[in-house]
C-alpha cells in the first residue's frame, strides 16, 4: 500500500523537482551524492527534532521484522501440515501470512535502511517493497473476510460456489496487482493520479470489509444464542459444521479488527495529506513515521491471533515446536555423550 512515505515527501520538497524545468534538474553524480548525504547527516542529527523518533521506529521496526518473520514462518509451516483446515481457507491464510513474511524480511530492514541513510537506493526498492506486501496482505485480509461472511451464510451451497480453483485464481490475482502496482507507484510519471485511484479502492475496500464483518459478527452472535437449539434439532455432521465455520469466523473479526487498528491510521494520513496537502512539519512526520511502523508491526500480530484463535494451527504450531525442542535435546545429548567419551 502506497501510504505517505514522510522521506520521499520531505526528498521531493527538497529538490522542488515538479517544479523545476526538465533542463535545470539535471544533477550530475556528485552533487546528487553530495545532497543525499547531507540529508542523511541531517536526519541523525541530535538537535534534530525527530531524531528520538528515529531511534525509537529502528529498533522497534528490527524487533518486529524479527518476530514477524519467525512467526510466520513457523505458521506457515504448521499450516502446510494441517490437513483439517479446508482447502480454500487454508489458500487464503497462507497468502496472508506469505505477505506477512515478506513485511518482516524486506519491507520493514529497507525502512530502517531508509531511516539510517536516506537515498534513492533505500527510498526505491522500500517503496516498491511496502507496496507489493502491504497491498497484499490488506487484499488478502479482505478475502478472507468474504470467504468467512459466504461460509457462515450460504452453509451447504459454500463448498459448491468457494472452490480451491477459484480461491487459487484470486489469490493469483492478488499478488499480481501488488507486483504491478509496486513500480508503478514508484517509476510512473503520472504515480499521483494512480496512487489516488489506489486510495479510493482500498477505501471502498475498507468499507466492504466492515460491512462484512458486521454481518458476520450478527450471524455468529445468532448462531451462538440458538446453539443448543440447533444442537437438538441438527445432525452432528450439519452442527459440526455450523461449529466449525463459527469458530473460523470469530478468528477472522479477531484478524479484522487487529487489521483495522494498524492500518487506518496510516491509510486516514495517506488521505489527509492527498486531500489537504498538508505540510510536512515535524508533528506530522513523526506520526507518520509510528504510523508506518504500526501497520508493519500487524504481520507480527497476525501469526499470534492464528495460534490464539484457530484450534488446528495452535495444535500444529506447538507439534513443530515440540518437534525442534526434541531434535535440539537430541544434538545436546549427542554432543555431551561425545565429550563424555
Known sequence: MYFISSHASSYNQLFNL????????????????????????????????????????CVFNAFSAYTAIMLNILTIHAMRKTSSLPKPLKTLLLSLAVSDLGVGLLAQPLYIAEMVNFTYFTNTP??????????????????????????????????????????????????????????????????????VIMLVILGFCFIITGIVNCRIYFTVRHHTN?????????????????????????????VFLVFLVCYLPNYCASVARTLWNISLNTAWMGLSFYALTL??????????????????????VIHVLRNIYDISKTKIDSTAAIRVS
Open 226 to 254: 440458538q446453539i443448543q437449539v440447533q444442537r437438538l434439532v441438527a445432525q452432528n455432521s450439519t452442527m459440526e459444521r455450523v461449529e466449525r465455520n463459527r469458530k473460523s469466523a470469530v478468528s477472522t473479526l479477531y
Open 295 to 316: 501497520m508493519f508491526f500487524n504481520s507480527s500480530l497476525n501469526p499470534v491471533i492464528y495460534c490464539w484463535k484457530m484450534r488446528h494451527i495452535r495444535h500444529a
Open 126 to 195: 522500500f517503496n516498491v517493497a511496502q507496496v507489493i506486501f502491504t497491498i497484499a496482505s490488506f487484499l488478502s485480509v479482505v478475502a478472507i473476510s468474504v470467504d468467512r461472511f459466504l461460509a457462515v451464510h450460504l452453509h451447504l451451497r459454500y463448498q459448491e460456489l468457494v472452490t480451491y480453483d477459484r480461491v487459487s485464481v484470486a489469490v493469483i490475482s492478488i499478488w499480481t496487482l501488488s507486483a504491478l502496482y509496486g513500480p508503478m507507484s514508484s517509476f510512473l510519471s503520472s504515480k499521483q493520479l494512480v496512487y
Open 18 to 57: 515538479s517544479k523545476i524545468k526538465p533542463s535545470h534538474a539535471q544533477l550530475s553524480p556528485s552533487s546528487l551524492r553530495a545532497l543525499f548525504q547531507s540529508l542523511s547527516c541531517t536526519m541523525w542529527n541530535e538537535t534534530d527534532p525527530l531524531y528520538s523518533t528515529y531511534i525509537v521506529n
